[in-house]
């Protein structure tokens, strides 16, 4: 009875809460609101017994994605509201209104798979962050590491794609090197 | 003997590959005596054959190729000489070889003179085909050829401008007192060729006929079944064969192509439409004998169509002052004689006409081109007069081979054409011997009308730009062995009958010795009484007809060949031509050029519009990516099992 | 009455297409990087609940490392944005376009 009251009430805040994500033109409403969201759907997580997934929704995706958009946005004009100008807004409605529906439609139909068996079946007897982290490092080892590696690769790349003066190491400088030495935006305008 | 045959056949054809070798080179004299020498290698081969196939009584045949070998269809390149073909080779050669020289003299400033000699041997090769040749399909293809060098060579001044059509007898191209033989060369040859190809349609149809029932269509395999068919069924064959022969050789009315082909060079119509390829047509009938003796009704018909032709061809021919068309209308004439002697069934009789007259009307055609080469070209015989003391040698061959034509004893035309009068009567075609006796009158009259008006009388010729000399003596050479032929031939009657009789049937129609002779008398007084006519009035009045006649309907008639080539003008070409128009214009242009065009037009139209897709733009990239997904989840809809 | 696999289905469904609809209309290029999010998240919706009524773990590690290149991805897009952004001064999508269609 609980489950469902809170399956519909979570239910209805997502949608609210995405939808006002796709349509406003503040660029800050739409943050916020897609933040929101993300905690409304680590509330499912937990709904359907996965735990740790929830929790990890909420520190991965609401904690370090919504802050990294969060500082990206200081880099763009968001006071302003978004220009935007759409060449044919019904089209794209109707295109995702129609295959929402048909989608839907599929997933009306009655789920075939009686005779699924799970290749690695759920332990009720731990808990599910234990459960997890069993099938974790041991079956999906080689997924994880490498998985680190793309996550370090990620960070690295995001450093130097955003970073001033990367070509240069300091630590290899000496001090009057580091004092003498012009900004980025210093050699440009000698350039200019 | 065999070898024989080959050389006679192909030494043409050599003589033409060599020609065309150079046939857009000015004038070099060897090519035109190099295919005349050909030709007279051809010319001796055919004598050996002739002597062969006389002395020995035997038939050479040969199996060359297989053609056509599909089934039950065995077509081969077969030919044979036997007594009648051999006859139509030397008669061919000879007049060939003879026309070959004549033509290097008669040409000798034209700048197209190498392209002439390799068409005219071209034709000569496409003839031999056609009487060697021993079965249908390969008489066809001779007659095709023939067709084609024929109008290759009418055409041959193809750069010639048309003539406006006129009202005024004296300068309306269809008018025989015009100096225009017609329109112009390539409408000429134009008309020539797809009048003969109408034709042909008949007789495509009488040898599919023959095909189909019989099963081949060599001449021997279809002579010996024809008597097993039906004898409607042989009617039709022996119509629909006959109608191609109406075409080649212009019997009514298919007959206006004739009197036109006179825009050629004079030395092709010696040869193609006074000795061969007009006499085509009676070849085939002659060579389809055994066809038409088994329906004797087609063969009357044949000769009252041939009667027919015959006096409408003379009377055209009497006030006619364009001095090929009157040769060519006596030409007419006489193939009439022919058919008239070929529909009752006296074969050999009308080969023997055709082998005798093509000697003098072929030289009567080459006398006349030495007189167009004399005076400037001129083609009005009332613009000519008194050549005779500047020409001598041609004005005899000419009176000779007129003398010949009208046919007085002992010339060769007396034989001949007596023997097709004395059939007639035979047979008790009586309405026919009267038709064909007048027209022997006419014919003397209007050729010695023709020669008075030429050699004779008043020089009516301008004296400033005409100097009318003799040709080269090696022309008249050329001209003098069928002048001589014109003469003798008639004298072997005897040896030709017993030759030819092999294979044709002999003559079957019994006539008492008194009515023989009382028939040669009437016939050579009504013949003299012509010519003396002519040459007395043209002595007393210096003309014919006088000014009150030339404004008679009849004479008006007359001089526009009854009209009958403004009746084919208005009710088949310019309808067709209209048809033609309309055709391209709204069906092609619009229909089929639209359809084709509006596919391309629609392909690239699409193409153009589906490079919006690469626009490059993110948003519509995802859009259509969109677009994608839904066609996907519509077909897991439609196709997938659910349920 | 309970909720089923199909209620979850079908509310994943409902987020992906909201989603969906954001990428297709949205001009600016953050709130397309939003609409990305939404769309990973649906899916990682659904992927748990299947998790849960097939008592499979299979879902869930699916979930998880979506979430994992959800924020790698998000690092290296953003910092082609801050450059893009450096260079042409606005991020709309329509300045993204160097082809001429």
Known sequence: MFEVVAFYLFAFLTIAMFTVTVITKNALYALSSLAAGMIFISAFFFLLGAEFLGAVQIVVYTGAVMALYAFGMMFFDSINDVQESVANPRLTFMLTGIVALLVVAIFVAPIIGANATAHYPIHEAYGNTQDIGLVLFTKYLVPFEVAAVMLLVAMIGGIILAGKKMDISITQLSEHEIDNHKTDTEIEKDIK | MESYLYIALFAPLVGSLFATLFGNSPKKLFVGVVTSALLAVSLIASLNLLMHVYLTETIVHVRMLDWIVIGNVDIPFGFVVDQVSVVMMVVVTIVSTMVHIHSIGYMDHDKSFNRFFAWLSAFVFSMMILVMSDNFAGLFIGWEGVGLCSWGLIGFWYHKEDIKRSKNLEESPFSTLSPYSSPSPSWAANEAFIMNRVADLGMLIGMFLIFWNIGSLQYDAVFAKIGTLDHGLIVAIAAFLFIGAMGKSAQFPFNTWLANAMEGPTPVSALIHAATMVTAGVYLVIRANEIFTVVPEVGYFIACLGAFVAMGAASMALVATNMKKIIAFSTLSQLGYMFVAAGLGAYWVALFHLATHAFFKSVLFLGAGNVMHATNDEINIKKMGGLAKHMPQTALIMTIASVALAGIFPLAGFFSKDLILEVAFGTHAYILWAVLWITAGLTAFYSFRLVMYVFYGKENFDHAKVHPHETYPFVIAAMTPLAILAIIAGWFEHQFVEMVTKVLPPLDIHVSSGTFYTLIAVTTAIALGGIAFAVLKFKKDGTYYSEKMKNRLCYKILANQYYIPHFWEAVVSKPYGKLSSFSWKELDLRLVDAIVDGIAKGIYGGGEAGTAMQSGNLSKSLKWMGIGILILVILVVAFGNLK | ?101
């Open chain 3, 1 to 101: 009455m309970s909720v089923t696999l199909n209620d979850y289905l079908i509310l994943s469904t409902l987020i992906f297409m909201i989603g969906m609809y954001g990428a297709l209309r949205r001009k600016n290029l953050l709130m397309l990087f939003f609409s990305t999010e939404i769309m990973l998240n649906a899916v990682n919706i659904g992927m748990a609940a299947i998790s849960k009524f097939h008592g499979d773990l299979t879902g869930q590690m699916f979930a998880f490392f979506i979430i994992a290149i959800a924020a790698s991805e998000v690092a290296i897009g953003l910092g082609l944005l801050v450059l893009w952004f450096k260079r042409n001064n606005n991020i709309n999508l329509d300045s993204l376009q160097s082809m001429k269609g």
